[in-house]
């Protein structure tokens, strides 16, 4: 994976992450939802951007969704206390597990190209 998508997928991650750690701060405080949707929107922007860029849209929603699953669960430990069952634990495991899978699966660009060439 280059390294230009591979850092736009990361920052697309990390805005969806850090706008619903805010939503549910809103919850208490009416002060987030702003913020929730600047990040939101910046969020999809980017991630459309990584589609133009290329990459398979396998990958990138699965990277993008199940990482972002996975870090919400532990963010919300660490910034609200919530607590993760053995089953949340194993769940977030098995998406990462799941997320290895989906990019190990998915041909790099040359590959890619080169079938279509032959066609």
Do not use: C, H
Request: aromatic share 6%; proline share 3%.
């Amino acid at each position: 994976m280059n390294s230009k998508r591979l850092l736009l997928l990361v920052t697309a991650i990390l805005a969806e992450v850090a706008a619903t750690l805010m939503l549910r701060a809103s919850v208490s405080d009416p002060v987030w939802i702003p913020g929730v949707v600047v990040l939101y929107a910046t969020a999809f922007f980017i991630l459309g951007l990584t589609q133009r860029l290329g990459m398979p849209l396998g990958a990138v929603y699965a990277t993008w969704s199940a990482s972002g699953v996975a870090l919400v669960a532990v963010l919300g430990v660490v910034f609200f206390g919530e607590l993760l069952s053995i089953g949340a634990i194993i769940g977030i495991a098995l998406i990462i597990i799941g997320v290895i899978l989906v990019e190990s699966g998915t041909p790099e660009e040359s590959e890619t190209v080169g079938a279509e060439v032959t066609e």
